[in-house]
């Protein structure tokens, strides 16, 4: 059972969209088989707040898509925080509707909150098929 706290700060995420995050996240969950109670934070912010995110955090002085961070507990997996415009601009560059972007984001970062990475090429095709199966699921095809 999953619990998310979601928090947009932008003020512009619309209801369908808020759908396709808690649709998606709850699917991670789901699809990984964690079946206690946990809790995750999702925030959504404009492009500056990301840059200034990812500096403090990464030391990367430029926006990016998602973030997510791990707390490495069961109770409490973490934050997750997501750039508004990239939901969009990211959408048009690859191709595919807002939302299959942001359920591709929201899974992506719901991973590696549950413990996945792409470190490695063997963890890439393990968490990007994962990933896929969890969007298919959810007719957020390409």
Do not use: W
């Not at 990211?90 to 984001?105: I, M, T, W």
């Not at 413990?115 to 007719?139: C, R």
């Amino acid at each position: 059972m999953l619990t998310l706290n979601l928090f947009d700060e932008t003020n512009k995420l619309p209801d369908g969209l808020k759908k396709i995050i808690t649709d998606t996240a709850g699917a991670s969950i789901s699809s990984c088989d964690i079946r206690e109670q946990c809790s995750v934070d999702i925030l959504i912010v404009d492009l500056e707040n990301m840059r200034a995110i990812n500096m403090d955090k990464r030391g990367i002085d430029a926006p990016t898509d998602v973030l997510s961070f791990p707390t490495g507990e069961s109770a409490f997996l973490g934050d997750i925080v997501i750039a508004y415009e990239k939901i969009f601009l990211q959408a048009e560059e690859y191709g595919h509707s807002p939302e299959r972007e942001l359920g591709f984001l929201t899974a992506h970062a719901m991973l590696h909150l549950i413990g996945y990475d792409h470190d490695t090429s063997e963890n890439e095709i393990e968490m990007f098929a994962k990933q896929e199966t969890i969007l298919n699921e959810l007719g957020l095809r390409r």
